[in-house]
């Protein structure tokens, strides 16, 4: 048996179907969960804004505090770092003599350059890493054609999926998470250690619009009511509104909740179309994750996924600056705008208005856009936002 493992935390905060992490209790006598944040995630980017905003810092903190308190009935504790991962896990492992690292795989580019320095930083220790797949429903295995054939649009996909949808059984929980002695879990940091001013939250926070609460157990309870409430109740489900609109999204960003529980969740009350709307939207979302997959940088490029290299967009800041500052001649925008910055959260439908504004009406540079849309949905994910901003901006599928 494996004497030692360092367990690294990123998207997956959460102990449910957490096959990495569930492994790692298994396999080895000594399990050392880390979570580290990085500030090169706060820093603010050339326009002004955070690359992740104030609201999203605060979801992230919550959510990494309800992870500590979990792991701590079972025994455990969560070991806090702020700095590169790609250096303190390396480190980590030395000063706690780790055999493995065991981590979920990321596939965007910032996270899988990490992934890289810290494999290189652990080959001088003699350290092996090993990476779970854990942010689809299915593995890329699983799918019915290699990824290199993989449908450019979703409905080609979900036709070919429908019938044959591949999905394991969600992992239970560790029961017991067992620390080695002298650990130092250290404390989680505040706003200001991330070099972000708390008054940054209370401007952005609305009176009418209480912000969600970040963690695993929140996601589990919202979980549980929209399925008492939604599908047990019978509610109609709006055929084109996804998950985003009914608050699910918010916990999967980060991994609180789990795409493959939730799946199993609702298997009990198969064959009614509000569970089958719910499936789809998860189809969806594994969509534009097989979609960053299979086509990589060329999804966070102007000229999109269609490569549309001779499509020309205007770099007008102030133009721009108008848009985020909700002062542009649209208030239908202008409204979206504002509930982005004060609330963090937006529908799929105010998403596109603004989205569709920036680009076909003023004809801006979208990846502006949606590095704005980045910073202030508390919902962000890589893949789904910047796969979303191609299709508005004609340079996706649909």
């Known amino acids: 048996m494996i004497h030692r493992i360092i367990y690294w935390f990123r998207n997956d905060l959460r102990l449910h179907d957490n096959e990495a992490f569930l492994s790692a209790t298994q396999i080895a006598q000594e399990v050392v969960p880390v979570y580290v944040f990085d500030p090169r995630q706060f820093e603010k980017t050339k326009f002004g804004f955070r690359r992740a ?55 965007a580019p910032d996270e899988t350059s990490v992934e890289t320095s810290l494999s290189k930083n652990l080959k001088v220790v003699n350290v092996d890493i090993k990476l779970f797949w854990m942010s689809t429903l299915g593995n ?49 940091p505040s706003l200001p250690m991330l070099a972000i001013d708390p008054m940054e939250v209370e401007h952005s926070k609305s009176d009418t ?10 996601g589990l309870l919202n979980l549980s009511t929209f399925i008492e409430n939604t599908i047990k109740s019978g509610q109609t489900l709006v ?3 996804p998950i985003i609109d009914y608050g699910l999204s918010t916990w999967l960003s980060l991994g609180c909740l789990s795409q493959k529980y939730i799946y199993e969740s609702l298997l009990p009350y198969a064959g009614n179309n509000q569970v089958e709307k719910v499936i789809f939207d998860l189809l969806k979302r594994d969509f534009a994750h097989w979609t960053l997959l299979r086509h990589g940088s060329r999804l966070f490029k ?22 985020t500052t909700a002062k542009t001649e649209s208030e239908a925008v202008n409204k979206v705008i504002t509930k982005l910055i004060s609330t963090g959260t937006l529908t799929i439908a105010e998403r596109i208005v603004a989205a569709d504004y920036l680009a076909n009406e003023l004809g801006l540079n979208w990846t502006w856009g949606a590095m704005f849309y980045e910073s202030f949905l508390v919902d962000y994910n890589v893949a789904g936002n910047w796969f979303r901003w191609n299709n508005v901006s004609g340079v996706g599928s649909k």
């Open 53 to 107: 905003g104030a609201l999203r810092a605060q979801f992230l903190l919550e959510s990494v505090l309800d992870l500590r308190n979990r792991l701590r009935e079972k025994g455990g504790d969560l070991l806090i770092r702020v700095g590169k991962p790609e250096e303190i896990i390396a480190e980590l492992a030395e000063q706690y003599g780790a055999q493995y690292i065991y981590t979920s795989k990321e596939i």
């Open 209 to 218: 619009s209480p912000p969600q609460k970040g963690g695993e157990t929140m």
């Open 239 to 241: 055929s084109d509104t």
């Open 302 to 323: 102007p000229g999109g996924i269609k490569h549309e290299i001779n499509k020309r967009w205007l770099n007008d800041l102030p133009l721009f600056e108008k848009w």
């Open 140 to 188: 890329v295995l699983d799918l019915p054609f290699p990824i290199a054939k993989l449908p450019f649009d979703f409905d080609d996909f979900y036709e070919a999926l429908k019938g044959d949808i591949r999905v394991k059984t969600a992992s239970p929980e560790p029961e017991k998470v067992t620390l080695p002695q002298g650990y130092e879990a250290g404390l989680i």
